[in-house]
């Protein structure tokens, strides 16, 4: 039988997890996830996982940068979802014509862990509501209006900050991440999961950004076309969270044979969905991504819920992982939430 040693990356990851991540889940979860936890995580590499490596990244393939967040998110879902949002910033400046000012600024101290970054965007997927507006002013772009979700304030270095533009432009820019004119933090935001992340509220008055931080100005309708598989591929956390939640179910029979059979469908859903993901025409097969996000879901909640229902009423003590792996699998059913994925979602959920 020959065996393939996992990628070096994927190794870090388990021994970051195994050492450090899992062991202190529990009080980071109910306090917040400390510096120490993020410069271990840049030490590690793994914020570089998908850089290329002419800039000092990893330039390693989707497969790998998966496993990876499978594995941190299992371990302490607070965590990995302060260094996620890193990867779309440097997804985004990878993409970037070579010589643009923020890419060569920047991509190599985010590939190399120098630099943390954050994003704040999620408020442009939404067609109905324009929560920031974006103009140009001076040279610059001017933002004005209140960013509803930043995660990682305090932990970060910078900001991938977008908004809207009356010609219903979308505009991403790189900003500190730290309070300056024109940029004012909420306090940390209390919540029923994830509080531990940092998140803040954040509202712009004003805030003017040099025209070299600009990453990227597109029309709002081209962007929602690229955006559209981003969101409605599975994310690896809730595969990550959901075998966190089936490694703590017991030995009795009872327990190994739920495990067994979840395990099995997590499996098959799992090749599947990143079957799709790794698909050369990222904007075909949606509603069968989406389906296959809604059914990761469904065995995320049942994984979860057979984590609590094995440990009984003491899996709802605080000190319990199973109270925690549910309420992270909670907030991942809204995380990265768009108008598609939240109609398929409440469809499958009415039995359509
Ligand atoms: C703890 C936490 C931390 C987060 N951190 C970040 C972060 O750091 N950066 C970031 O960019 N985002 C962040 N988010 C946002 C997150 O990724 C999701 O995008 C968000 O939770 C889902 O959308 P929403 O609640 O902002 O908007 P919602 O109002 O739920 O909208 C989501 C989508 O559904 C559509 N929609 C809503 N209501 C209706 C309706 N009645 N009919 C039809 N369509 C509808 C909207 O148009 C939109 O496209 C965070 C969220 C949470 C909970």
Redesign the pocket.
């Known amino acids: 039988m020959t065996t393939t040693a996992p990628h070096p990356l994927v190794a870090g990851a388990r021994r970051l997890a195994d050492g450090l991540l899992a062991p202190s889940a529990q009080h980071v979860d109910q306090h917040v996830v400390p510096a120490s936890h993020i410069d271990a995580v840049r030490r590690s590499g793994l914020l570089g996982v998908c850089a290329p490596e002419e800039y000092g990244g990893a330039g390693a393939p989707d497969p790998v940068a998966r496993e990876v967040a499978e594995i941190l998110a299992g371990a302490c879902c607070s965590t990995w979802?302060v260094q996620t949002?890193h990867h779309t910033p440097v997804r985004l400046l990878t993409k970037a014509e070579p010589g643009l000012p923020a890419r060569e600024r920047l991509l190599r101290p985010l590939a190399t862990g120098e630099l943390l970054a954050?994003?704040?965007?999620?408020?442009v997927?939404?067609?109905?509501?324009t929560p920031v507006r974006a103009a140009t002013e001076r040279g610059g772009v001017r933002f004005d209006g209140t960013?509803?979700?930043?995660?990682?304030w305090g932990l970060n270095d910078v900001m991938l900050l977008a908004g809207v533009t009356e010609a219903d432009e979308v505009v991403f820019a790189f900003v500190d991440a730290r309070e300056q004119p024109g940029l004012r933090p909420s306090p940390p935001?209390r919540?029923a999961?994830?509080t531990a992340?940092r998140?803040v509220s954040v509202k712009l008055d004003a805030l003017w950004v040099p025209g070299d931080a600009v990453v990227l100005r597109t029309p709002r309708e081209e962007f929602a076309r690229l955006d559209l598989p981003r969101s409605t591929n599975t994310s690896p956390a809730v595969f990550g969270v959901a075998r966190a939640a089936l490694d703590l179910l017991g030995d009795t029979p009872d327990e190994r044979r739920t495990a067994d059979a979840l395990r099995a469908r997590l499996d098959e859903v799992r090749t599947r969905a990143y079957a799709l993901a790794d698909h050369p025409v990222p904007h075909e097969h949606v509603e069968e991504r989406l389906a296959l996000r809604t059914r990761a879901y469904d065995l995320l909640r049942a994984a979860t819920a057979a984590a609590v229902v094995s440990g009984g009423g003491r899996a709802t003590s605080l000190d319990s992982p199973a109270q925690r792996l549910a309420r992270e699998g909670m907030?991942l059913l809204?995380?990265?939430?768009?108008?598609p994925v939240?109609?398929a979602h409440l469809a499958a959920l009415a039995g359509l």
């Open positions: 979802f949002q954050g994003i704040a965007y999620a408020h997927r939404s067609a109905s509501r960013v509803p979700w930043y995660t990682g935001l919540l999961a994830l992340a998140t907030f809204v995380q990265g939430q768009t108008a939240r109609e």
